[in-house]
C-alpha cells in the first residue's frame, strides 16, 4: 500500500510572543490532494501549519506544526515511511535571528528585522531519498513562472513540480503546469483544486510505480 508523505499550510516564524513571519496559504490544496490519495487507498502522514483544515480518517496522520523548523522535524521522522513525498506547504524562506521575549513596544522609530534563511526541506527530502521514492515540489511566482520552476525541480532534482502562479493563493481555482524531470510539460486548463489534486495524484502514483 503507498503512503503519501505530505506537507502543507503555511509556517509561522515568530518575531516576538504575538508577532510573526508568515503567508497567506489555506492549506486547501493540501486537503485536497490528501482527499484523492485516501480515495485511492493511499495511507497518508500529513505535516499541518496552523491552518483550519480538518482530516478525520484513520487512514491519514496528522503532524501538527508551527514554524518550518517543526515542520522540518516532523518530515525527517516520517520520511522512512514515505513511497510519495508532496510539499505543498508555503514554508517560510526566511526567520528571525532573534525572538524577542516579549512583545516589541511601538515606537516612532524605524524597526529593523535581521533575518535569516530556513533550512530548505523539500532539498533536505530530495538529497535522503531512496530510489523507491518518488518526490513532488510546488512553485509559487509572480512572474517567469515556467523558468523559475524548471529551475527548482532541476536544481532540487525532482521528480516532478507542480508550478501555480500567485493568483492560486485562496482562490477555489487554479491553472497549473505539471514539469516532469524527464522534460515533459503538462498544462492544465483552469480547473478546481479538488480536479488538480487528482491529476497530482495519479501522476505521483505513476511516477512511484515506475520508480
Not at 2 to 11: D, Q, S
Amino acid at each position: 500500500m503507498t503512503t503519501v508523505l505530505i506537507t502543507l499550510g503555511p509556517t509561522r516564524e515568530y518575531i516576538d510572543p504575538v508577532r510573526f513571519i508568515s503567508n497567506a496559504s489555506s492549506g486547501k490544496m493540501g486537503r485536497e490532494i490528501i482527499k484523492q490519495a485516501l480515495k485511492k487507498g493511499c495511507n497518508v502522514i500529513a505535516v499541518k501549519g496552523p491552518c483550519n483544515i480538518e482530516i478525520k480518517n484513520k487512514k491519514c496522520k496528522i503532524v501538527d506544526v508551527v514554524t518550518t523548523a517543526q515542520m522540518f522535524k516532523a518530515v525527517k521522522a516520517n520520511l522512512k515511511y514515505a513511497d510519495v513525498f508532496i510539499g505543498v506547504a508555503a514554508v517560510a524562506d526566511y526567520t528571525p535571528v532573534t525572538i524577542q521575549k516579549n512583545k516589541i513596544k511601538k515606537t516612532d522609530k524605524i524597526l529593523n528585522l535581521k533575518l535569516k534563511k530556513t533550512v530548505d526541506i523539500i532539498n533536505y527530502v530530495a538529497k535522503h531519498k531512496t530510489e523507491k521514492q518518488t518526490v513532488i515540489g510546488f512553485a509559487l511566482e509572480s512572474k517567469n513562472l515556467l523558468n523559475y520552476a524548471k529551475d527548482k525541480l532541476n536544481g532540487k532534482k525532482l521528480d516532478m513540480i507542480v508550478a501555480n502562479p500567485t493568483e492560486t493563493i485562496g482562490s477555489k481555482f487554479s491553472k497549473p503546469v505539471f514539469i516532469f524531470k524527464n522534460g515533459d510539460i503538462k498544462k492544465l486548463n483552469s480547473a478546481t483544486k479538488n480536479n488538480i489534486a487528482k491529476e497530482i495524484i495519479n501522476e505521483a502514483i505513476k511516477l512511484y510505480r515506475n520508480c
